[in-house]
């Protein structure tokens, strides 16, 4: 009993003890935690941001897709670029381009 008078009556407090453990159980002990909600905040963002970059990456598709699908010159382009597609009595020559390694 000498024991517990020694201790100042504010931390014996019931209502300081029983909300210290509440606090102690919200912060580290529980399910959705301190430490789980910073790493779900941290992928939230990094989604966020996947988002953003996909969404801008869908908007050129659709606007280089209509272009493709109204002008026959834009779909002949973009074969010859990307399909390297000739014209009959064509001749194509294919120029590598110079890395960054054969520069060094």
Not at 17 to 26: K, M, N
Not at 41 to 48: F, I
Not at 91 to 101: A, G, R, W
């Amino acid at each position: 009993m000498k024991l517990i008078n020694r201790i100042p009556a504010w931390i014996r407090n019931k209502y300081l003890i029983s909300f210290a453990l509440f606090c102690v159980v919200i912060l580290f002990l529980d399910k959705n935690d301190l430490f789980t909600q910073l790493d779900r905040q941290r992928e939230l963002r990094k989604l966020e941001k996947s988002k953003t970059y996909y969404s801008t990456q869908i908007a050129a598709e659709r606007k280089e897709l209509e272009a493709l699908k109204s002008n026959p010159a834009t779909l002949e382009r973009y074969a010859r670029e990307k399909y390297l597609m000739k014209r009959d009595h064509e001749d194509l020559f294919l120029v590598p381009e110079k890395s960054d390694k054969a520069k060094n």
